[in-house]
């Protein structure tokens, strides 16, 4: 090996040839001049040794050799494209060293992430047992994989690819659905910030939809103060294949738009949405739903208070007798399990008021598809831990009853518990 290609590569790494290092070496004594440089390139696996433990810098190199350290040295920036030893081992590179290279810049820019919620357990009582049957209780097994990829400095692409595995009533087999369910570039454009394709939209604190959408959404930030807007399609599943005559394929509606106001004050957060959707089929409903929410938080230490008020517009709704078009939240959460720090916990509980025209697709774990047309009213009760980094424990507990119809006043009740994994 060169004196100067030794010196070149190592001062590009950042050190010099008195640099401290361990000797990587058994026939590298300290005092060589070359001691600090290669212990260096070593280090930063640019050069290898041999079986033996030797380096043998007085040994003639093979031209394949020397490209295998021109292409560990390009792929760890120690030299650039346009050294001229690129170029002098151009046909050797694009064997080997190229593509080596190539591949190992590029992992930096592709990332590949995960969650599984395992022995997610739901228990059901009261009307939801009779509606369910056989299949008022069981558990599901759903496994997330997350591909989100640097397309430049402002633009970036998320994939997800999800199964569950369904363990429902006597079903021991566990059905098992696959699909492709996110697909978005986010990004911005001068100040609005845009996100495109297939992602998980969530409008009013999830209490009138959270699940998937293939729209376009942007934002603009005004200091404080915030504007979204969306417009797209709705692209869930109304009952998500829970329930006997639930039709997985259909979503809760067809186009929709959704414009959002709201800001930060303090300690104190509020927004106001309104949402358009066609063709609405959640909840009994038909024709098209207009909703309009404001809604509340403070932040008081580790407690967090909130309140939500909402309003429906649904003309079929409108020619039944006993139903109402508006609704309300309140909630209280303590605190929070954090997926890196074991043994932090929270608690929360909200109170539900809603009517059908106000709910698309709920973020809630209760069985509140059941009140079709009329709505629901109700509580839940949570907590969550960290059992250990990465690795989440939640146990929810919902009683719920319709407001109108045959199911007026009968309870739904459901016990809902989930480890969440995440890697």
């Known amino acids: 090996m060169k004196k100067s290609l030794v010196f070149a590569m190592a001062m590009a790494l950042g050190v ?16 060589h001049w070359a001691y600090g440089a290669v212990a260096k390139l070593a280090a930063a696996g640019v050069v290898d040794g041999y079986p ?86 069981g558990s599901t097994l759903r496994s997330r994989l997350w591909f989100t990829g640097e397309v430049n400095d402002n633009w970036h692409y998320t994939g997800m690819l999800q199964n569950i595995q369904s363990f429902e009533g006597k079903n021991e087999s566990g059905d098992s659905d696959t699909e492709f369910q996110r697909a978005y570039l986010s990004g911005n454009i001068g100040a609005v910030n845009l996100t495109a394709g297939r992602y998980n939209a969530f409008f009013s604190d999830g ?15 005004f200091g404080k103060t915030y504007f979204d807007a ?4 709705l692209a869930n599943d109304v009952n998500y294949g829970w329930t006997a005559d639930g039709d997985k394929n259909q979503s809760a509606a067809d186009t929709f738009y959704a414009f959002v106001l709201g800001g930060n004050y303090g300690n104190l957060h509020g927004e106001a949405t309104y949402l358009k959707a066609d063709d609405v089929k959640a909840m009994g409903m038909q024709g098209d739903d207009k909703i309009w929410t404001l809604g509340a938080d403070y932040q008081a230490g580790k407690l967090n208070i ?12 409108d020619t039944l007798s006993g139903t109402d078009d508006d609704g309300y939240v309140v909630g209280l959460n303590y605190a929070g ?16 008021d809603q009517s059908a025209p106000t709910v698309l697709a709920h973020t809630m774990n209760g069985d509140y598809t059941m009140f079709d047309t009329y709505g629901f009213k109700g509580y839940m009760v949570g907590g969550n831990l960290t059992v250990a980094k990465n690795m989440v424990a939640t146990v929810e507990y919902y009683d719920l009853k319709g407001k109108g119809g045959d199911l007026d006043n009968s309870h739904a009740r459901t016990l809902w518990s989930e480890l969440n994994v995440t890697f």
């Open 337 to 352: 399990a954090e997926t890196s720090k074991p043994g932090t916990w929270g608690l929360y509980a909200k109170y539900y």
């Open 52 to 137: 033996d433990g030797t380096f043998k810098g007085d040994k003639t190199m093979t031209r394949y050799e020397m490209a295998q350290i021109v292409a560990k040295a390009l792929a760890k920036g120690a030299i650039g494209a346009d050294d001229k030893l690129v170029s002098e081992f151009a046909d050797e590179l694009d064997n080997l060293g190229v593509r080596v290279a190539k591949l190992e810049k590029n992992a930096d820019n592709v990332k590949i992430t995960g969650a599984a919620r395992y022995a997610t357990y739901t228990v059901r009582g009261g009307a939801a047992k009779a509606a369910y049957g056989e299949n008022a209780h």
């Open 207 to 221: 209490n009138v939809f959270d699940d998937r959408a293939d729209a376009i959404e942007g934002r603009i930030n």
């Open 306 to 317: 909130n309140a939500m008020y909402l309003k429906g517009d649904n003309d079929y709704i």
């Open 16 to 31: 010099s040839a008195t640099a401290f290092a361990a000797n990587p070496f058994s026939d590298l004594p300290a005092g």
């Open 230 to 233: 969306a417009w797209g399609k």
